[in-house]
C-alpha cells in the first residue's frame, strides 16, 4: 500500500499568516492527490483535486502544488474559518490511503 | 442537492456482525464510484473500501480485508457494507463517501456518518 505522510502534525498559526503543509507519498502516483478539510464535528470537504485544481466553491487562498511523491496545500492569508485539521489522500490506486492528518489552530 | 445517509450503526459484541447501508439522493448512484472511510474517535480518516460503478472494481483496506464485504444496489440507489467478525479496532464514525467519477477517483460528498461500537 502507498503510504501517505504530512508533516507537520499540527502547528499553531494566526489569522493573516501564510501557511502550507506538506504531503509526501512513499511511491509516486502522479498527480492523483486530493486535500480535504476537516472541522470538529463534521464530514471532510473536499478543497482540492488532481494536485493543484481547486474544486468549485472553494476559496481562491487554497493552493496544491506538486506530482509524483511530494505535494504541497498552502493557505495564503489564514482566516478564522480555516482554523481546522487537513489531509491529503492519493487515489492512484486501491487502498485509497489517507495522510495522518494536520491541525491548524490559533496561536 | 446530493445527500447521503448511513444507517444500521450501534452497539455490537466483538466476533459479531452489522451491515451499513447508505441512500443516496440527488444523483444516479449507477454512474459513480462508491467509498466507505471510517473515523476511530478521536483519530484520522482511513479509507476503508471502495467499489466502482459496475462492481467490476473493489479494494479494501487491509485491515478489514477478508472480514468486509462492500457492494451496490444502483436500481436501489444504495450502497452496503457488511461488516464481519467485528473487532474493537473497528469502533469508528463510518461515512459513505460518492467518489467523482465511476471508477479510481477523489470523493466529493460525504454523509454524516454512521457510529459503529464494538465492545462486550
Known amino acids: 500500500a502507498i503510504r501517505m505522510t504530512q508533516s507537520p502534525s499540527s502547528f499553531s498559526a494566526s489569522t493573516g499568516d501564510r501557511v502550507t503543509i506538506t504531503c509526501r507519498a512513499s511511491q509516486g502516483i502522479s498527480s492523483y492527490l486530493a486535500w480535504y478539510q476537516q472541522k470538529p464535528g463534521k464530514a471532510p470537504k473536499l478543497l482540492i483535486y488532481a494536485a493543484s485544481t481547486l474544486q468549485s466553491g472553494v476559496p481562491s487562498r487554497f493552493s496544491g502544488s506538486g506530482s509524483g511523491t511530494d505535494f504541497t496545500l498552502t493557505i495564503s492569508c489564514l482566516q478564522s474559518e480555516d482554523f481546522a485539521t487537513y489531509y491529503c489522500?492519493?487515489?492512484?490506486?486501491?487502498?485509497?490511503?489517507f495522510g495522518q492528518g494536520t491541525k491548524v489552530d490559533i496561536k | 442537492e446530493v445527500q447521503l445517509v448511513e444507517s444500521g450503526g450501534g452497539l455490537v459484541q466483538p466476533g459479531r456482525s452489522l451491515r451499513l447501508s447508505c441512500a443516496a439522493s440527488?444523483?444516479?448512484?449507477?454512474?459513480?464510484?462508491m467509498h466507505w472511510v471510517r473515523q476511530a474517535p478521536g483519530k484520522g480518516l482511513e479509507w476503508v473500501s471502495g467499489i466502482s460503478w459496475n462492481s467490476g472494481n473493489i479494494g479494501y483496506a487491509d485491515s478489514v480485508k477478508g472480514r468486509f464485504t462492500i457492494s451496490r444496489d444502483n436500481a436501489k440507489n444504495s450502497l452496503y457494507l457488511q461488516m464481519n467478525s467485528l473487532r474493537a479496532e473497528d469502533t469508528a464514525l463510518y461515512y459513505c463517501?460518492?467518489?467523482?467519477?465511476?471508477?479510481?477517483?477523489?470523493?466529493?460528498?460525504w454523509g454524516q456518518g454512521s457510529l459503529v461500537t464494538v465492545s462486550s
Open positions: 489522500q492519493q487515489y492512484q490506486s486501491f487502498p485509497h490511503t
Open positions: 440527488g444523483f444516479t448512484l449507477y454512474d459513480y464510484a
Open positions: 463517501v460518492k467518489g467523482r467519477l465511476t471508477g479510481t477517483t477523489y470523493f466529493d460528498y
